[in-house]
């Protein structure tokens, strides 16, 4: 049986998908942006994209036969404030995407079931994969492509009915599918998410050097994180959400109520010295099933320590005390930022 794109879309949203549109697997041109990107380090040592860079420039290098990628969006806002609206005394900011469940999974099982369908309606010659974050695909083109919405000058993709706070997926496949039409780009003059930006990591309208973004730094970075960026982090001590909070398309953003974006307690409204006391164990538990797990133990510890360094001196005591007594201090990148932290004037 043929597959029409308005079943696929219905069927999208049956499993679980908020939006859902389809791309021409083809050069689009923003793809090739990537080779200037790297070229200038803006990736830092975010190694695996050059690795994959020949994948991301145009998903046939993947599979030879794509021809179509139906592009996928699950929103993960919640009712909760953003952090740019201000925070309490002693309070901190953990990533919104990361409050609850690990998106890779709840999006993985969504769109295998996608999938299936595919399979069952299409018959044998069907060719696809699928994709979320980690695979070779660079997803906010697509999602664009595809008429999800358009690459914001934060470089988020935006989508005017619901807003920046949506997860990307994706299915690469040999059926040809009525592709949608692109999304339109409506910043205007707005320079919000530029102004905002505590690092200025977005360097130029829609160019983010994730060297210098506070994302990177709280998640990837694997070592120490170069002296002169540590005092940037502050309240946002697990990712950043500032360009996506004071983005005029996210002042009335939808909300979702879906469990597996409703915060953990521990991230509900943590405070800087309650998250230094946690113990590791107390840890590990949070963050099973936790998209935080990618930057694991060390590295949250670690952004923690640099944290605490812009504390009043009582407090910050008590914070890296707290740190020391674990058995995770023994690590020298905790370590080492312990004593940074405790050194700072
Ligand atoms: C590496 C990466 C990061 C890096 C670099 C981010 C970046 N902007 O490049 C870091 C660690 C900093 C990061 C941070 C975040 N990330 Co991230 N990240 C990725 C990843 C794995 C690859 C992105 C990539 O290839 N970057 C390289 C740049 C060059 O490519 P690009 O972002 O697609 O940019 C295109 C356009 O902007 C355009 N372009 C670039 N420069 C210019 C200049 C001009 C003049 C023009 C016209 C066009 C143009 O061309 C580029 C394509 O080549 C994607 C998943 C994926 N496979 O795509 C998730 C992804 C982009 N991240 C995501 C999220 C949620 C985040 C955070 C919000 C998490 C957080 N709260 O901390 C932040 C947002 C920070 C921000 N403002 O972008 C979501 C984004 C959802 C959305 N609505 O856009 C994705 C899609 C993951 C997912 N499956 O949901 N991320
Ligand atoms: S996520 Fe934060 S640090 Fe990164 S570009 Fe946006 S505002 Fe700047
Ligand atoms: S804050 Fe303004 S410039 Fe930045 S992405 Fe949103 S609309 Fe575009």
């Known amino acids: 049986m043929a597959v029409t794109a308005d079943a696929v879309k219905a069927k999208a949203a049956e499993v679980g998908f908020d939006l859902c549109g389809i791309a021409l697997a083809d050069q689009h041109p923003k793809l090739a942006r990537l080779t200037e990107w790297i070229a200038q380090g803006r990736a830092g040592e975010m190694e695996y994209l050059a690795a994959s860079a020949q994948e991301r420039l145009d998903v046939r290098h993947s599979l030879r036969s794509a021809t179509s990628v139906i592009s996928v969006a699950v929103l993960y806002?919640?009712?909760?404030?953003?952090?740019?609206?201000?925070?309490?005394?002693?309070?901190?900011?953990?990533?919104?995407?990361?409050?609850?469940?690990?998106?890779h999974g709840v999006l993985r099982?969504?769109?295998?079931?996608?999938?299936?369908?595919?399979?069952?309606?299409a018959g044998p010659g069907l060719e696809a994969f699928t994709c979320v974050d980690d695979g070779p695909v660079q997803e906010r083109v697509y999602?664009?492509?595809?008429g999800l919405g358009w690459i914001g000058k934060n470089t988020c993709l935006i989508n005017p009915g619901v807003g920046s706070w949506l997860f990307l997926g994706e299915v690469v496949t040999n059926l040809e599918l009525e592709p949608d039409i692109p999304g339109v780009d409506q910043c205007g003059t707005c320079t919000r998410c530029l102004d905002a930006c505590p690092t200025e990591a977005i360097v130029a309208p829609y160019e983010l050097d994730a060297a210098k973004c506070l994302s990177y730094l709280t998640i990837e970075v694997r070592g120490a994180v170069e002296e002169s960026l540590r005092?940037?982090?502050?309240?946002?001590?697990?990712?950043?959400?500032?360009?996506?909070?004071v983005c005029p398309w996210n002042r009335r953003a939808a909300t979702s109520t879906t469990p597996a974006w409703q915060p953990r307690d521990e991230f509900r409204a943590p405070r800087l010295v309650d998250l230094c006391r946690m113990s590791d164990d107390a840890w590990v538990t949070a963050l099973k099933g936790s998209a935080m797990k990618r930057a694991g133990?060390?590295?949250?510890?670690?952004?923690l320590a640099y944290s605490a360094a812009g504390l009043p001196p009582a407090e910050r005591t008590m914070a890296l005390d707290a740190l020391r007594a674990q058995p995770s201090a023994r690590a020298s990148v905790v370590a080492d930022a312990i004593i940074w932290a405790g050194t700072r004037p």
């Open 297 to 303: 133990l060390h590295r949250l510890r670690r952004s």
């Open 231 to 245: 005092p940037a982090i502050r309240e946002q001590v697990y990712g950043c959400d500032i360009c996506q909070d």
């Open 143 to 146: 999602a664009e492509a595809a």
């Open 77 to 103: 806002n919640t009712d909760r404030p953003y952090s740019a609206e201000g925070l309490g005394a002693g309070q901190v900011a953990v990533s919104r995407y990361a409050w609850g469940d690990d998106y």
């Open 109 to 121: 099982t969504r769109l295998r079931a996608l999938l299936q369908w595919l399979s069952d309606t």
